[in-house]
């Protein structure tokens, strides 16, 4: 019997990212805590003949980096990193933080400002992975930090993940499969269509999404998975839109957020919590206040937020919207350093139109 390790390694390296012989695999891990699955990963990469490197982080390293380094330091991009984003193959990167809110009280200017500047790794990123010349994916190792977050105890978080994940069948990779071509259903359905709209508590919104493609996640770019999302006409959305659910990022939380777009644009943004926070981002640059993303969540394993975004957006029953940074490979255009996404409960008698057939209610697909 595999180990639970080996099972997640597996899953990451021959289904996630399929890793071949000669390719070159970037392993990175937030912190030392992911050991046991970054060795497995490690291994893995070894036996199917490829060329792992790992690059571990240090905990804490992040928040003295923006509270000493001067704007030339936040603008500089190391040439190491510039080569790793253009020859790597494969990028497996594992999330393991031991303090979740270690960037809580970052100068969030400076924390925009390092957005800005590494915002042309980011989509070289993403150019190379719509040409298909890179495989990446982002996964998580339980820790006591995580587990905090969610308001549970360590075993209770593994299990979640492990739920979540579908580690707990004998073949996750099969269940995986299974998903993505129902998924892979839906997401043809949208792509023969030009116009969603969202109904629900507090929001009216539209969005076109002619010549845009809604793509299937299902395990390959993100672990967990489960989310069929586009990048909607940069000047498309109009109308307001009311986000229940904490909105965290980078250690920072916006509470009860609401939006009015106007053209594509938010022209009016509150929060009855950690407003000031908001503003900051969306004002990062000329594309943070543009709509980069609309998904639809479908991972019924995950039900309640988990103060993780990797989790949280992946919600059975909810949507997310993202400010800033639109996908290529969705046919976007809109370039920022930001992309936050935010998250909506869908359960409480919403409804999606796509051309004004309803496709669903009340948090579930109707087609």
């Not at 695999?25 to 970054?38: E, K, N």
């Not at 269509?193 to 299937?216: A, Q």
């Not at 904490?246 to 053209?263: C, T």
């Not at 980069?292 to 919600?315: P, V, Y």
């Amino acid at each position: 019997m595999n180990t639970l390790w080996e099972k997640y390694a597996n899953v990451l390296v021959d289904y996630s990212t399929k890793v071949k012989k000669g390719d070159l695999v970037i392993i990175r891990a937030t912190s030392p805590q992911a050991q046991p699955l970054v060795k497995e990963i490690y291994k893995q990469v070894l036996q199917r003949g490829a060329n792992p490197v790992v690059r571990t982080m240090m905990e804490g390293l992040s928040e003295i980096y923006v509270k000493y380094a001067n704007e030339e330091q936040l603008s500089y991009i190391d040439p190491m990193s510039e080569i790793e984003y253009e020859k790597a193959d494969v990028l497996i990167s594992i999330g393991a933080p031991t303090n979740t809110k270690a960037m809580a009280k970052a100068d969030s200017k400076k924390m925009a400002q390092r957005s800005a500047a590494t915002r042309e790794l980011s989509n070289k990123m993403l150019k190379r992975s719509a040409e298909g010349s890179l495989k990446w994916v982002i996964a998580d190792f339980p820790t006591n930090a995580l587990a905090q977050e969610a308001k549970m105890s360590l075993d209770d978080y593994t299990e979640f993940l492990i739920n979540a994940c579908y580690l707990d069948l004998d073949d996750p990779v099969s269940k995986w499969k299974e998903i993505d071509k129902e998924q892979q259903r839906i997401a043809d359905y949208l792509n023969k269509t030009s116009k969603l709209h969202i109904i629900g508590e507090e929001t009216d919104i539209t969005f076109n999404t002619e010549g845009r493609k809604w793509l299937n996640c299902s395990g390959q770019c993100n672990f967990p998975d489960g989310e069929i999302y586009t990048s909607p006409v940069e000047d498309s959305a109009n109308g307001t839109i009311y986000f229940d659910f904490p909105q965290i990022y980078r250690g920072n939380e916006a509470q009860k957020v609401r939006l009015k777009l106007e053209n594509g644009k938010v022209i009016e943004a509150h929060a009855e919590k950690g407003e000031e926070y908001f503003l900051n981002m969306i004002n990062m640059d000329e594309g943070s206040r543009f709509v980069g993303e609309i998904a639809i969540g479908t991972n019924s394993r995950i039900q309640d937020i988990t103060g993780n975004i990797l989790f949280d957006e992946k919600i059975g029953g909810a949507i997310h919207m993202a400010l800033g940074a639109s996908y290529p490979e969705a046919g976007g255009k809109n370039v920022s350093g930001l992309h936050w996404d935010l998250i909506k409960n869908m359960k409480n008698g919403s409804e999606i139109y796509a051309d004004d057939v309803l496709i669903y209610k009340d948090g579930k697909f109707v087609i």
